[in-house]
């Protein structure tokens, strides 16, 4: 063998093996999730088969998020862009996707906008401005329904299957997995809020919504007194007699939002104040299960507590 034909060999084989490589870091889809929710699910989904990042920590509000260089490297990076979506992110993705310079993500079937799967509740008859932040597509919230949860990560299986059909029925057999585990879950919780049915409250933000409308509960009000702004002292003032007047029993808020109004509110009320999750990752919770099972026990913990008498 000629020295020339042996570093033809030696490079062929050093070839073969950096295409071997790069092949499997391609098996890896990467996915960037917009918040911790859907890179939970992404995670349930795709176990092994994806590589998740997450554009916003787990309380963080996700309305407004900083696109800053980091995360540009990641859009740039990523074979899916998986977000909320109907409008959640119009503030600061846009400008990320834009500035990314990854044309894949930029729409489908790399750009994944989990609220869009399904039906919404609150989408505006009219748009006006002096309405607040108010999202046109309808209130975007919508991973506090594990029913509608199931019906995305079904797309989502689906999503993932057309960006790497090699593993595809592995993605569809995950997605089958997680649902079978859940669905029993579901169950469980709607036996365990049963005493929640019909109880009226007053949320600081509408994050609960989708929760709520599973849980027959009725939001009265809210804290807000428009979308995204901040509690005013008359809009306070009105929700006392209201709160009254409709028997409200408890006032949520996020630990973004703060204990004050909620506070000041229960304080002259005979509701309740209660803070709680809204994503998994935040205190006691590191799933979706874990953060349905957290907001069910706290919600009927503070009901039982109120009803017991306030402190
Ligand atoms: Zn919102």
């Known amino acids: 063998m000629t020295l020339q034909s042996t570093t033809l060999r030696v490079r062929g084989l050093l070839i073969a093996a950096l295409c071997a490589a790069s092949f499997s870091a391609h098996a890896d889809l990467r996915i960037l999730a917009c918040e911790p929710e859907w890179g939970q699910l992404a995670t349930e989904i795709g176990g092994d088969l994806v590589t998740v990042k997450t554009a916003s920590a787990p309380g963080q509000d996700a309305h407004h998020i900083q696109a800053r260089p980091s995360l540009l490297a990641q859009v740039r990076r990523a074979d ?3 977000c909320t979506g109907a409008g959640l992110e119009t503030g600061w993705l846009p400008v990320l996707l834009n500035r990314g310079g990854n044309p894949d993500v930029r729409q489908a079937p790399g750009l994944f906008m989990a ?7 609150e989408i505006p008859v009219t748009l ?3 309405d607040g ?14 029913r509608r949860v199931i019906t995305i990560s079904q797309q989502l299986a689906e999503r993932f299957a057309t960006l790497d059909p090699d593993h595809a029925d592995r993605y569809r057999q ?6 079978a ?4 879950r579901v169950d469980a919780w ?3 809020a049963a005493s929640l049915k019909g109880l009226k409250v007053i949320s600081y933000h509408r994050t609960w919504a989708y929760l709520l409308d599973w849980l027959e509960m009725t939001r009265v009000d809210e804290l807000e007194p428009k979308p995204g702004l901040p509690p005013t002292p008359g809009h306070l003032a009105s929700l006392v007699d209201k709160a009254g007047k409709e028997q409200v029993g408890l006032i949520l808020y996020q630990p973004i939002n703060g204990d004050k109004a909620p506070n000041w509110l229960a304080s002259r009320t005979a509701a309740c104040a209660v803070e709680l999750p809204f994503s998994p990752g935040e205190e006691g919770t590191d799933t979706l299960t874990s953060l349905y099972d957290t907001l069910i026990q706290r919600l009927t913990h503070a009901l039982q507590a109120c009803e017991g008498g306030k402190a």
């Open 128 to 130: 006006d401005r002096a």
């Open 133 to 146: 932040d108010v999202h046109a597509m309808g209130n975007p919230h919508v991973h506090m329904d594990p």
């Open 181 to 184: 585990a859940l669905e029993p």
């Open 190 to 192: 709607e036996k365990q």
């Open 174 to 179: 995950q997605q089958q997995a997680w649902q």
């Open 115 to 121: 609220a869009e799967q399904v039906d919404r509740l």
């Open 80 to 82: 899916m862009v998986l």
